[in-house]
């Protein structure tokens, strides 16, 4: 063993098994800590009732009571991490800190300030790979650069898999080697100035016993994931990625079963976990696209971001039943099916011509499973401003895309009760119907349901000339 004492920073990474950080501080140290901080720096910027830090208080608790039962525990503590782990690393005495790497620019930005801070006294910092298969420089075309369109990014990935890629990180803490001291118990809630919300109520389990048992029931469901993942009324989806992205289940767990399944929708399934590496890679090697276009041409878009039309996108107003559904499912859940996001982002873009990027910081406000690569990699895609994206001339109608992935109407019932008494035919369009249709429907549009705020096809148009605008030049 190479340290006497070591301390584990646990982060997006809530769990005690298949842990690459605390796998490597138990073999490389005699004695081990573990540790969470309820970082400030991202915690003051949010609103009082965030399901999110709701999640992270449930996960850390049982991710302490799982610590406990193998002889140690979690110190928990509630300040600026850039402070407070070197501080708790002094009072430690620790030799080293262990992390998981962290690839946003916010995160990569802390984690140099804390490797410095540590150097200073000593104190080694090792982060290494735990939250992606492949990271960084893994993958890269023959050439030795990093990969812009996904799908040679995607076979590139496949043919360098190995079982051994997948295989967990064994975290066998001998008797006596994981250690806590007293005086960092997980504060309150409130304690941390955040009040309930309804993450439990809507049967949201978090920690990593929440996200074995979606993962046990996706398994069950994952031979149909090609046919059903698009249809948001349908169960499709794993769920599992709000649970990926606190890491309280292992992206390795989850690609072994898909890569060991010859099934059809267990391929498809897997292409969308390394879209996840993908974005990752994009984000490391291009920081850049946290604010600007990866596609610099487009950067010089101006789009006219009229406040009324953004608000009733984002208050569910907007007159399209489908964008409408998706968005009260997101403000009143925190989720949204994908295939709703892609569209919902197209309407915001090329229907409103807001500019993605005050979509993506509405999304970043109210997804559950928000992560910055993601995010920005989807929205840019649906904006095409960047790598291997949607091309700008081929722009979602949301009549046709209702009327194709939610075919009777069943998710747009759920979420816009005002228009249940439509016809499968005529939910898709309301203002179509005329008055006698509408009286029949118990719904007048214009009064219990808004009228559409653009018309698709003149908006369309506009869209193409201000892309055709921006490539002229």
Known sequence: MNYKTALVWFRRDLRAHDHAA?????AAAGRVYCAFVFDREILDGLARRDRRVEFIWHSVRELDQLLCAQGGGLLVLHG???????ALAVRLKAEAVFANE??????????????????AGGIDFVAGKDQVIFEKREVLTQDGRPFSVFTPYKNA???RLTDSDLQPRAVEPARGQLAVVPGFALPSLPALGFEKTNLLELGIT???SGADALFEDFKARMGNYHER?????R????YLSVHLR???ISIRALAAAAWHDAGRGAAVWLSELIWRDFYFMILHHHPRVATQAFRPEYDALVFPNDKTRFAAWCEARTGYPLVDAAMRQLNQTGYMHNRLRMVVASFLVKDLHIDWRRGERYFAEQLNDFDLSANNGGWQWASSTGCDAQPYFRIFNPVTQSEKFDAKGEFIRKYVPELKGCSERQIHAPWLMNAAQQQAAGVVIGRDYPLPVVDHAAARAVTLELYKRVRGR
């Open 229 to 233: 993942r698009d249809f948001p009324a």
């Open 22 to 26: 605390l796998a490597r501080a138990l």
């Open 235 to 238: 169960k499709g989806p794993s």
């Open 206 to 208: 978090p920690g990593v």
């Open 102 to 119: 962290d690839y946003e620019p916010a995160a990569v930005a802390r984690d140099t300030a804390v490797c410095e801070a540590l150097d």
């Open 80 to 86: 600026q991490a850039r402070a407070e782990i070197p």
């Open 246 to 248: 606190f890491g309280t």
């Open 157 to 159: 990935w496949l043919k």
